[in-house]
């Protein structure tokens, strides 16, 4: 198994924008997702594929692959978006997840 | 509308064992693998157990291999988590999830909303 690497905290004022990265050897043959969990809730599923947006997401969610390295950026940030984000990969056929940021919006 | 509930958390002493339910509605169950994942109080989500949609094959995390067993029932639309020989570390949220659009790739679309274990 590998682990994922995520920052374990991104603080940004409204209206900037954010960006968290999620880093493993593994991202350069596998493809990640993105899930957003906001206190008391069941994550979210944001991106998957590491670019693609499912229905209903705002556009202001995306993302971006480099090599072993996974970026989510949220763009002109909201109250709203504040929660812990993880990024989450395959590993054969089990999951494996970044251990996750906490989005503060100053 | 598609849902998942879980059911079966409690308080249990180390050493116990418990069964975690988790029952789907609005969604086909029997054409979709389900994942069991939890979190810890304050952590992070943790990957925990996936079995194929029609029982086939079955696989597990190293942190629960050979004392948690993942079934299913999908003539009741129900997913289980039998958990034995429970630890201390074992005290977590545990969710159920699955994917059940093959277009978001290896991501889970669909979460119930949890259910809480300790292990005290």
């Known amino acids: 198994s590998y682990e994922l690497t995520q920052p374990p905290s991104v603080s940004v004022s409204p209206g900037q924008t954010a960006r968290i990265s999620c880093s493993a050897d593994?991202?350069?043959?596998?493809?990640a997702t993105w899930y957003q969990q906001r206190p008391g809730q069941a994550p979210l599923l944001i991106l998957y594929k590491d670019t693609e947006r499912p229905s209903g997401i705002p556009e202001r969610f995306s993302g971006s692959s480099s090599g072993t390295t996974v970026t989510l950026t949220i763009s002109g940030v909201q109250a709203e978006d504040e929660a812990d984000y993880y990024c989450?990969?395959?590993?054969?056929?089990?999951?494996?997840f970044g251990g996750g940021t906490k989005l503060t919006v100053l | 509308q598609v849902q998942l509930v879980e059911s079966g958390g409690g308080v249990v002493q180390p050493g116990k064992s418990l069964r975690l339910s988790c029952v789907a509605s609005?969604?086909?169950?029997?054409?979709?693998?389900m994942h069991w994942v939890r979190q810890a109080p304050g952590k992070g989500l943790e990957w925990v157990a996936l079995?194929?949609?029609?029982?086939?094959?079955?696989y597990y995390a190293d942190s629960v291999k050979g004392r948690f067993t993942i079934s299913r029932d999908n003539s009741n639309n129900t997913l289980y988590l039998q958990m034995k020989a429970m630890r201390a570390e074992d005290t977590a949220v545990y969710y159920c999830a699955s994917r059940t659009s093959i277009t978001v790739g290896d991501g889970l679309d669909i979460w119930g909303q949890g259910t809480m274990v300790s292990v005290s």
């Open positions: 593994a991202l350069s043959r596998q493809h």
């Open positions: 989450q990969s395959a590993d054969g056929d089990g999951r494996v």
């Open positions: 079995i194929y949609f029609d029982g086939s094959n079955k």
């Open positions: 609005g969604v086909t169950f029997s054409n979709y693998g």
